[in-house]
């Protein structure tokens, strides 16, 4: 079974930055058959993709919301995905979910899609105060 765990949430200023960490664990799962997506959920609406990552070549996608602001990075060794968000907005507060799943279940030209992520975290609250 994969384990996944969130970290890196906070409050902070619109501008700032932070970055969130996924640490992806489990009894002999090989980091690189996964693929790893960034989902949010603000108040009151629904669940939004973010970015995703396939951990074996680094393709990535991320939402037009975010891009020129976010990057999102995987450490093999680490087993761990990052997402650093810079110049954050109030529109970025949200619950932030970390999510693996196979290698197919991130694309450069489409979002990524929840049914294809079966291992999520439990999420982490980033709070951006304008």
């Given at each position: 079974?994969?384990?996944?765990?969130?970290?890196?949430?906070?409050?902070?200023?619109?501008?700032?930055?932070?970055?969130?960490?996924?640490?992806v664990s489990g009894s002999g799962i090989f980091f690189e058959d996964y693929a790893v997506g960034w989902?949010?959920?603000?108040?009151?609406?629904?669940?939004?993709?973010?970015?995703?990552?396939?951990?074996?070549?680094?393709?990535?996608?991320?939402a037009d919301s975010v891009k020129g602001r976010f990057s999102i990075s995987a450490d093999d060794a680490?087993?761990?995905?990052?997402?650093?968000?810079?110049?954050?907005?109030?529109?970025?507060?949200?619950?932030?979910?970390?999510?693996?799943?196979?290698?197919?279940?991130?694309?450069?030209?489409?979002?990524?899609?929840?049914?294809?992520?079966?291992?999520?975290?439990?999420?982490?609250?980033?709070?951006?105060?304008?």
């Amino acid at each position: 079974e994969v384990h996944v765990a969130e970290s890196g949430g906070g409050l902070v200023q619109a501008g700032d930055s932070l970055r969130l960490a996924c640490v992806v664990s489990g009894s002999g799962i090989f980091f690189e058959d996964y693929a790893v997506g960034w989902f949010r959920q603000a108040p009151g609406k629904e669940r939004d993709e973010v970015a995703c990552i396939r951990t074996h070549d680094a393709v990535a996608w991320q939402a037009d919301s975010v891009k020129g602001r976010f990057s999102i990075s995987a450490d093999d060794a680490k087993m761990t995905a990052y997402l650093q968000m810079n110049s954050l907005e109030s529109q970025d507060t949200a619950v932030y979910y970390c999510a693996v799943g196979y290698s197919e279940s991130c694309l450069a030209n489409w979002a990524p899609r929840e049914n294809e992520y079966d291992y999520w975290g439990q999420g982490t609250q980033v709070t951006v105060s304008s």
